[in-house]
């Protein structure tokens, strides 16, 4: 199983950005699917996921402003990312859980993408 995550960039404070990820092999539709972030200096924690009905759920520094989504029939996922704040500077990545049911722990985990730089600048 592969990840392909993308759509990264740098953008002003107040911005928005659209992240994608691509999932090849396996059984995309069975998977719960998460963001999470890194910053620099920082441990990597979890973001937004979706499991595999769909439902959502979201850190809650992101509530509001995030939103994550699915399109089965492509294998992907996406991370809208409105009114952006420089605390979003962070690299992100995707995951799948092959569980399906949905985990915010890294731990849990069963695949990751590559990760895609956003950087809010101030």
């Known amino acids: 199983v592969q990840l392909q995550a993308s759509g990264g960039g740098l953008v002003q404070a107040g911005g928005s950005l659209r992240l994608s990820c691509t999932v090849s092999?396996?059984?995309?539709?069975?998977?719960?699917m998460g963001w999470f972030r890194q910053a620099p200096g920082k441990a990597r924690e979890f973001v937004a996921g979706?499991?595999?009905?769909?439902?959502?759920y979201y850190a809650d520094f992101v509530k509001g402003r995030f939103t994550i989504s699915r399109d089965n029939a492509k294998n992907m996922v996406f991370l809208q990312m409105n009114n952006l704040k420089p605390g979003d500077t962070a690299i992100y990545y995707c995951?799948?859980?092959?569980?399906?049911?949905?985990?915010?722990?890294?731990?849990?985990?069963?695949?990751w993408g590559q990760g895609t730089q956003v950087t809010v600048s101030s």
């Open positions: 995951a799948a859980d092959d569980h399906g049911l949905g985990a915010r722990a890294l731990v849990d985990q069963d695949y």
């Open positions: 092999g396996g059984k995309f539709i069975d998977y719960a």
């Open positions: 979706i499991n595999w009905a769909g439902t959502t």
